[in-house]
């Protein structure tokens, strides 16, 4: 009797966009708590290889399977930081002054029972999955 054994040739799906996106999410292997999001990230992708990326950490740099990452879709921000940072002349304020908000155009703001002013953004920064 003889039994013939086939290799599985499937290969894993890889998304188009990963090859041209800035940045990646990496998929967390270990097991994982209930609630607790499967990927980390996203990173900047340093470099390109056939079956791996070299990816910016916060730790240094590493090498990561294709198999493991997914692209990430950041949307641009609609604040510049020259609203949000203070300038050069700026001094220090006193610990219970309101910080000023920076101009949001058609983003009404509300005033909590406190006196805080809360706005609300039209999107979020980031996608997460």
């Given at each position: 009797m003889k039994v013939t054994v086939?290799?599985?040739l499937t290969q894993p799906y890889v998304p188009p966009d990963l090859y041209t996106c800035p940045k990646a999410w990496m998929r967390v292997d270990p097991l994982r708590r209930s609630l607790k999001a499967p990927y980390v990230g996203p990173y900047e992708v340093v470099r390109r290889e056939p079956k791996f990326f070299i990816l910016k950490l916060p730790h240094g740099t590493t090498s990561v399977s294709i198999d493991r990452l997914k692209p990430a879709h950041i949307p641009l921000p609609t604040v510049s930081d020259a609203d949000v940072l203070p300038t050069e002349g700026a001094t220090a304020s006193p610990a219970r002054a309101p910080i000023p908000l920076p101009p949001y155009p058609d983003v009404p703001s509300q005033t909590t029972r406190s006196g805080r002013v809360v706005?609300?953004?039209?999107?979020?920064?980031?996608?997460?999955?």
């Open positions: 086939t290799p599985y706005r609300f953004r039209k999107q979020p920064e980031f996608i997460y999955f």
